[in-house]
């Protein structure tokens, strides 16, 4: 192991050696800029560690990609395996000779006689800039519901494999996004009896009239939003790649023989309390389903295209009996369950930053990813700079972004 006795001198550091790390690496190395990434892991470590074992992304290989690289395995209508996209990204790392020191964790970063300080496991870094990206979804979320007993295993979606690694009986899951709906139905289909907790969700179709969902977004402009319309609160997607992607239908999903539940709300003498809102969450989905398929059907006859029609797709089957007359109260030992998996989402986690560039609720203060410390980047994050931010594809466009504003004012510092 290194050990630097004084710091070691870099222009610009990149903290993080996921897909955001290698875009901004990627670019800073087309503009000739000096820099060095850190991955306290591996490259792409939250893609080989922290997703369950048989994910594939979300959207088709021809989409949730860098412009310029294809997926090869995965066909360009396929959903690439996570597997694959650790591949993906090592490759491209390789493509653009990004220089990645893997095993650095920065545990400190800090503002100096005129520098950042990185503190590492492996000695100090100084650098002029910083970019930070070290991810959007950084520390697992459980709400303090249910609490720990040792007859019932709790954990979160970031630290579900499969379902061998449960205990036998009964699964609750909590949270239908595509995280929580894809394990919910995999563990269905192990033969587990299972029940998830479904709130507000949205449930586009994952194809409509011939085109991918990613490509209705694109198509409608929706990729582009700057941020959530005003008055719109967050909610899930559940959208899934997986066997071939399909349309999330939580009447399928009860049809199979999974018992879908309200949110859950609180825990007392071993009997859970659900919201008793299932059906209106189910038809505000439906809902926004339905307004997906109209906006898309309008575009088509505007732009006068060509698409097969799809009328089928518009009729929503029979509302399943525990939706209709909905469980309120599970007392989860008589239920068999043995384990609860919370795919309730993640939390940002930027204590580790020593710098005045939070907010109240501790969200990095920038534009763009531009911070308001100068020299402070962060990319990667949800909605940075539009609803792609996060994903493979946008985040390259908001790198490229950011090294043109750091080209931009080391222009203006040598002038
Ligand atoms: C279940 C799930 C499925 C997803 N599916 C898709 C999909 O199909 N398509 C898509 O486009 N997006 C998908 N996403 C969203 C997004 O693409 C991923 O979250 C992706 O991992 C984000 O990449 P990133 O580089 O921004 O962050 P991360 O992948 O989180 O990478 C950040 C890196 O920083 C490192 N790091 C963190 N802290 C430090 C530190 N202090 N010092 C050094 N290194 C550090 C971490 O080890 C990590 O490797 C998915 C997200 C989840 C949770």
Redesign the pocket.
């Known amino acids: 192991m290194t050990i630097f006795t004084s710091a070691e001198k870099v222009e610009t550091l990149v903290?993080?050696?996921?897909?955001?790390?290698?875009?901004a690496s990627a670019h800073l190395g087309k503009a000739g800029m000096p820099h060095l990434v850190?991955?306290?892991?591996?490259?792409?470590?939250?893609?080989r560690t922290?997703?369950?074992d048989s994910?594939?992304?979300?959207?088709p290989a021809w989409h949730?990609r860098f412009p310029e690289k294809l997926f090869v395995a995965t066909g360009p209508d396929g959903?690439?395996p996570a597997a694959e996209?650790v591949d993906y990204l090592c490759g491209y790392a390789e493509q653009v000779r990004a220089p990645i020191r893997t095993g650095?964790?920065?545990?400190a970063l800090r503002h100096e006689g005129g520098a950042f300080i990185a503190q590492?496991n492996r000695g100090s870094i100084e650098a002029r800039r910083v970019i930070v990206?070290?991810?959007?979804?950084?520390k697992p979320l459980i709400p303090a519901v249910v609490p720990e007993t040792p007859e019932l295993t709790q954990i979160h979606?970031?630290h579900y494999r499969n379902p061998s690694q449960l205990p036998e009986g009964a699964v609750l899951v909590i949270g239908a996004g595509?995280?929580g709906v894809q394990i919910a139905d995999e563990i269905l289909r192990a033969g587990r009896h299972v029940y998830l907790a479904v709130g507000a969700h949205h449930r586009p179709a994952r194809r409509y009239r011939g085109r991918d969902f990613v490509w209705w977004l694109g198509a409608l402009g929706l990729w582009d939003a700057k941020a959530l319309a005003p008055n719109m609160a967050h909610v899930t997607i559940a959208v899934s790649?997986a066997r071939g992607g399909h349309t999330v239908d939580f009447r399928n999903l009860a049809a199979s023989g999974m018992t879908l539940l309200g949110r859950a709300e609180n825990f007392e003498n071993g009997v859970l309390r659900f919201a008793p809102d299932l059906a209106q969450k189910i038809a505000e989905g439906d809902a926004n389903y339905l307004a997906m398929l109209d906006a898309a059907d309008a575009f088509i006859a505007r732009e006068g295209l060509d698409f097969p029609p799809e009328p089928e797709a518009h009729e929503l089957g029979k509302l399943p009996s525990c939706v209709t007359n909905p469980i309120l109260t599970l007392n989860l030992a008589e239920a068999g369950i043995t384990s609860i998996i919370w795919a309730t989402g993640?939390a940002l986690d930027f204590g580790?930053i020593r710098l005045d560039a939070f907010d109240a609720q501790g969200k990095p203060i920038h534009e763009r990813g531009v911070s308001n410390v100068p020299g402070l980047y962060f990319?990667?994050?949800s909605w940075l700079s539009r609803r792609a931010s996060?994903?493979?594809?946008?985040?390259w466009h908001d790198a490229a972004y950011i090294a043109e504003h750091i080209a931009a004012s080391e222009g203006q510092h040598d002038s």
């Open positions: 903290i993080g050696g996921g897909q955001a790390g290698i875009a850190v991955e306290r892991g591996r490259i792409a470590e939250r893609w922290e997703r369950w994910l594939v992304a979300n959207g949730d959903f690439a996209i650095v964790e920065v545990a590492t990206a070290t991810g959007p979804f950084q979606s970031a595509s995280s790649g993640y580790w990319l990667g994050l996060a994903f493979i594809w946008g985040v």
